[in-house]
């Protein structure tokens, strides 16, 4: 039977579609390798390039636990950001405009319970976090006089809701460059109580995310290794940042804990590593200190921490062995709840350097 021109065309269609399909694949598949092979500003650059493509933050992952925790939440939250500044005020009454935020325990354990080390594990890498308590701790004392912790913010205008909102506008975008209500006033916090205990800091304000948000992290980087040239004697550096936490339905939530009869925001520690294609083989030497952080966290303040999050991109963490991505709360917590997370975050790591340091 002689096959007609419209069939013809057709068999030709498909048969395009699927070599098209065949060739993205591919295509996708080489982007890690690439990244691999770019020097560290390149990876980063083409990794943020691609994400403000498609309106993504870099630190958006799923919620997907890799150790299996006491308890867990009953959907899967994906943590991402967006946008703008934040309103000056928001009302609490009952409104169609008004979206509502919802507290969570995101610790995987209950008060009362004995707190655990527990992992989001982003990465290939197979993690036992137990083990990392054996390691030898990296950080040791410089010999240098001056300060010994940077703190800075590659997200300066991420901001947080005012206190007592429950709630928030359906267009709130959770961005200001106000320095009294973003994640900078609470970077101040930390910082004040560091120096209250005789810790020399530095307190970098700038919010590298304001003239250009996909170049945030390479602008971050370039600062931390002016510090560290201008002050050889750090030791710690610290990447103060407030996470997002939303579920896939677009429930807003807000991860709190009852510390000491008061509300405080829940803190995450994130480390990065090199599976993105940053040049960062040594980023055990930062998950080491991030383990030894969170027992002192979970020891002092049980609920306050998440889990630490490893992730594929290195978040300029091949900086230092001492570096960090610190998450204190997320945009559903009030600016009074972060301060308070920081706080007690600071006096715990406030005895995890007199140790590392003596």
Not at 124 to 134: G, K, Q, R
Request: glycine share 6%.
């Amino acid at each position: 039977m002689q096959i007609t021109k419209r069939k013809k065309q057709a068999i030709k269609n498909i048969v395009a579609a699927i070599l098209s399909l065949l060739l993205l694949f591919s295509a996708l598949r080489l982007i890690p390798a690439l990244l691999c092979a770019l020097p560290d500003s390149g990876a980063d650059y083409l990794t943020s390039a691609l994400n403000g493509t498609l309106g993504l933050d870099g630190r958006r992952y799923v919620f997907l636990p890799t150790q299996t925790p006491t308890t867990t939440p009953d959907s899967a939250p994906v943590r991402d950001e967006s946008g703008a500044e934040a309103p000056d005020d928001v009302s609490d009454s009952a409104d169609d405009a008004k979206l509502p935020v919802i507290p969570v325990n995101l610790c995987w354990y209950e008060a009362g319970e004995t707190p655990g080390l527990y992992l989001h594990n982003t990465t290939d890498y197979n993690v036992d976090l137990n083990a990392f308590t054996n390691r030898t701790y990296p950080v040791k004392p410089s010999g240098e006089s001056g300060p010994q912790v940077l703190i800075l913010h590659t997200h300066g205008t991420e901001s947080y809701l005012p206190d007592g909102a429950d709630s928030y506008d359906e267009d709130e975008s959770f961005r200001s460059e106000n320095t009294e209500e973003n994640v900078v006033a609470v970077g101040r916090v930390f910082a004040d109580t560091l120096r209250s205990a005789g810790i020399s800091v530095i307190h970098d304000e700038t919010m590298y995310d304001r003239d250009d948000f996909n170049a945030a992290y390479t602008s971050s980087r370039a600062a931390v290794y002016d510090w560290l040239e201008k002050y050889p004697s750090i030791r710690y550096v610290f990447d103060l940042h407030r996470d997002s936490v939303f579920t896939a339905d677009g429930e807003n939530q807000k991860p709190v804990a009852e510390i000491g009869g008061e509300t405080a925001a829940q803190i995450m520690l994130v480390v990065g590593t090199d599976q993105g294609g940053a040049d960062h083989a040594g980023w055990r030497q930062n998950l080491t200190v991030a383990v030894a952080y969170q027992q002192l966290l979970n020891a002092d303040y049980p609920t306050l921490a998440r889990p630490i999050c490893l992730r594929t991109a290195s978040f300029n963490q091949q900086c230092l062995p001492g570096m960090l991505l610190l998450e204190i709360g997320a945009c559903g917590n009030t600016l009074t709840e972060a301060k308070r997370a920081a706080r007690l975050a600071a006096l715990s790591f406030i005895s995890l350097y007199d140790s590392s340091m003596s």
